[in-house]
């Protein structure tokens, strides 16, 4: 059995009495990152053994971690924040324990894009999750592929390279495009500025931008 557990994306309480058990009682949890897990684990006194599992070692790992489970290892996946396959590790483990007939299942939980769309103001019923564009090549042409969609758009950036994107997305959507941009969501300093595209741009360049943002942009009108 593999479990996927949604953690916190700040505040520590952000994480299911349900999630808490299963952490406790399973053999093995699989982590993204030690140095950040071993902080939520010893806050809720999980002492489950654990290994790193991450974009890096994933494939090296799967097939051993397959093998362990079908002799009855129960394992949990964790990423650093969030939900597991959302923007992180979690998508070859999942298909290849399906591929072996084992069984999987994702707990219900914590994950930065659903507040962000939900607190925007920007409608909710369809949307297109895009999360991060590629660091290089292939972000224009991927951008301009959207440029007739009607469903609200939503995004992962980092900070430093949030008025890259808003640059780029402004001669495809129009300057005048309405925009929620979420920054640090259910951490300390977490605020959402909303506006248009070009009011957001001039924004973010008299305030430096800081933390992770989930960006929120209108679909076309029609």
């Known amino acids: 059995m593999i479990y996927l557990i949604p953690t916190p994306i700040g ?13 406790k009682e399973v053999d093995l949890i699989l982590v993204e990152d030690t140095r950040v897990s071993i902080k939520l684990l010893k806050h809720y006194d999980i002492t489950t053994p654990y290994e790193s599992f991450h974009m890096h070692n994933e494939h090296q790992k799967v097939s051993k971690i397959i093998k362990q489970i ?12 969030g939900t597991p396959g959302i923007s992180d590790p979690g998508f070859l483990l999942v298909r290849t324990a399906l591929e072996a007939k084992l069984e999987v299942q994702c707990l219900p939980g914590p994950t930065a894009l659903i507040p962000g769309l939900v607190q925007s103001g920007i409608p909710t019923d369809r949307f297109v999750f895009e999360g991060f564009l590629p660091p290089k090549k292939g972000r224009k042409s991927r951008l301009e592929s959207m440029a007739l969609e009607t469903k609200t758009l939503v995004f992962y950036e980092s900070p430093h390279k949030l008025i890259k994107l808003l640059d780029e997305m402004i001669p495809i959507f129009g300057g005048d495009r309405n925009i929620a941009i979420a920054r640090e969501i259910s ?18 360049q008299e305030n430096s931008p800081k933390g992770e943002f989930v960006i929120v ?6």
């Open 217 to 222: 942009v209108e679909g076309l009108k029609k």
């Open 187 to 204: 951490k300390l300093y977490e605020s959402t500025y909303r506006g248009s595209l070009k009011a957001a741009k001039f924004y973010f």
């Open 70 to 81: 079908k002799v009855g290892l129960t394992v949990a996946l964790i990423s650093d924040a």
């Open 11 to 23: 505040n520590l309480e952000d994480i299911t009495l349900r999630a808490l058990r299963i952490l």
